[in-house]
């Protein structure tokens, strides 16, 4: 039985598209990433890190989730980065916003994660672009480019994911919470389900 931990900034009820893992076998735990001790990272599968985390107080854990990672365990992270709590992420870096076909995302090798989104539609919200993201990290290297952000003649990595040396994965998505997008109760295809379904097998 695959354990998801979702790490959320604040005290509030698990969204629905994590609840629902249970359909496929999966436990599911909520918490701040100040109640994250030994016990729960050595009981976990999947963390799942939202956007907004606290940085700064993930950075003085760094150790404990590197050991996590290198055991095997694999990492879903949505932020925009402003320290390098992990050693492999880079700074936010915003691309030009206009003309706004720049927000547009595009796929590069979207696999198993992003394979079955319609790309003219997921990432749009309301009718607008920009809510899924606004600009990138630099991956570290030998990552697979899922999707891409910016102009036409220089696209950059909007979402990435990466296999630590003989460790888990790390997928990353420079932006507000995936699970905002195509994730609806019943949606299918599903972005978060295919999300985290696919980290534990890819």
């Known amino acids: 039985m695959t354990h998801l931990i979702v790490l959320t900034p604040e005290k509030r009820r698990l969204q629905q598209p994590f609840r629902s893992m249970t359909a496929f076998g999966w436990t599911v735990e909520g918490m701040q990433p100040y109640d994250l001790d030994d016990r729960h990272l050595a009981a976990a599968d999947v963390i799942y890190f939202c956007f907004m985390s606290d940085q700064i107080?993930?950075?003085?854990?760094?150790?404990?989730?590197?050991?996590?990672?290198?055991?095997?365990?694999?990492?879903?992270i949505n932020d925009h980065v402003v320290i390098q709590w992990l050693p492999f992420l880079n700074r936010f870096q915003t691309v030009p916003p206009r003309p706004f076909t720049n927000w547009m995302i595009r796929p590069h090798e979207p696999g198993a994660y992003f394979g079955r989104m319609d790309f003219s539609t997921f990432h749009v919200h309301d009718g607008v672009l920009g809510q899924y993201s606004r600009g990138y990290s630099e991956p570290p290297p030998g990552a697979q480019w899922l999707c891409m952000i910016g102009p036409e003649d220089d696209l950059k990595p909007v979402d990435w994911v990466w296999r630590y040396p003989g460790g888990g994965r790390v997928l990353f998505h420079a932006g507000h919470d995936l699970y905002k997008h195509n994730s609806g109760p019943g949606q299918e295809p599903n972005l978060t389900h295919d999300i985290l379904r696919a980290i534990v097998v890819d």
């Open 57 to 76: 107080y993930l950075a003085t854990i760094q150790d404990r989730l590197m050991a996590f990672l290198q055991r095997g365990g694999h990492f879903v």
